[in-house]
């Protein structure tokens, strides 16, 4: 967020500057619209999410949806080849994300834009969306590797000029979410606090972010994940193929490996207000490419 000073713009998020990671109140609200106004989610719905930070639901995919994006991904993967927008586990050569797919799938473009998923956002941000990045993240059996802890948001500020956190991710799982194959941990309540990270970033480092299990910039510090993780804990999110997570883009998450025999891949969805559509990085010297933050 950008406030103005008799002198100068303030960030009142700002990051990768401290020589020792901070944890900050976040000065906007979670829910930005009135909680009684009409939409997919109830008025104890709302609330919940405004508490823990996220909302699950069942059934929200069917099992032709699930097929037409399982098929998409492989149909992506070979046209694109070596595209960048292709991210591959260093280990095993095996696809870890696949960026941009709603604008390389109709088909998946058309699930996005479903009212039981752009209309949930809609509801929350109160305001017109956009998608800010769409991907799928795959984890094969055996070979899935971890994502570390972090706030997308404190990454979206800092690298692609997202002003404040009027954004959500909508997490669709593809294939069972199970406690032990990989699936997301979240620490409820996390999303109402704002922690810094350290270190300048550096210039053409996406790429690398995007591959390393736990990346040299963009991380919190462990002495400050642990005191959240004390104070709320840590909820495991599972739930069967077709269900979906809404989480707030401030929400400090991360997932394990996968090592057992059973895959874990869901479609990824981030919708930002429209209001908030982003500028210039805040601690970076240039923009991410466009298929990781669509302008």
């Not at 909302?55 to 492989?74: F, G, Y």
């Not at 997308?152 to 690298?159: G, I, L, N, P, R």
């Not at 406690?179 to 350290?198: D, Q, R, W």
């Not at 997932?255 to 025999?261: F, M, Q, Y």
Request: proline letters at 7%; glycine letters at 8%.
């Amino acid at each position: 967020m950008i406030t103005q000073t008799a002198t100068k713009p303030v960030d009142v998020y700002r990051t990768r500057l401290a020589k020792r990671g901070q944890i900050e109140p976040r000065p906007h609200p979670t829910v930005w619209g009135d909680t009684s106004v009409r939409g997919p989610l109830s008025a104890d719905q709302l609330a919940a999410y405004a508490e823990r930070g996220f909302h699950t639901a069942t059934n929200v995919l069917s099992d032709n949806d699930i097929r037409t994006c399982m098929s998409e991904v492989d149909v992506i993967t070979d046209r694109l080849g070596n595209d960048e927008r292709v991210v591959r586990e260093s280990s095993s050569g095996d696809v870890r994300s696949l960026f941009a797919v709603h604008h390389l799938s109709d088909a998946i473009a058309e699930i996005c834009a479903r009212p039981e998923i752009v209309g949930v956002a809609e509801q929350i941000l109160d305001d017109e969306v956009y998608v800010h990045q769409s991907r799928m993240n795959l984890k094969p059996g055996f070979a899935g590797g971890p994502f570390y802890w972090h706030s997308d948001f404190e990454t979206w500020h800092a690298e692609d000029g997202m002003p404040k956190p009027r954004a959500l991710s909508v997490s669709l799982a593809l294939t069972p979410n199970y406690e032990y194959n990989g699936a997301l941990m979240i620490i409820p309540g996390s999303h109402k606090k704002f922690l810094t990270c350290v270190g300048q970033t550096p210039g053409d480092y996406h790429r690398e972010s995007l591959t390393s299990y736990r990346p040299p910039f963009g991380t919190p510090e462990e002495d400050d994940v642990t005191a959240l993780a004390e104070e709320h804990g840590i909820d495991m999110i599972t739930g069967p193929a077709g269900s979906a997570l809404y989480f707030d883009s401030n929400c400090m998450h991360a997932s394990s490996g996968n090592i057992t025999p059973f895959p874990r891949s869901n479609l990824f969805v981030v919708f930002n207000a429209k209001s908030n559509a982003i500028g210039e990085p805040f601690a970076a010297a240039k923009p991410r490419p466009d298929y990781l933050a669509h302008r």
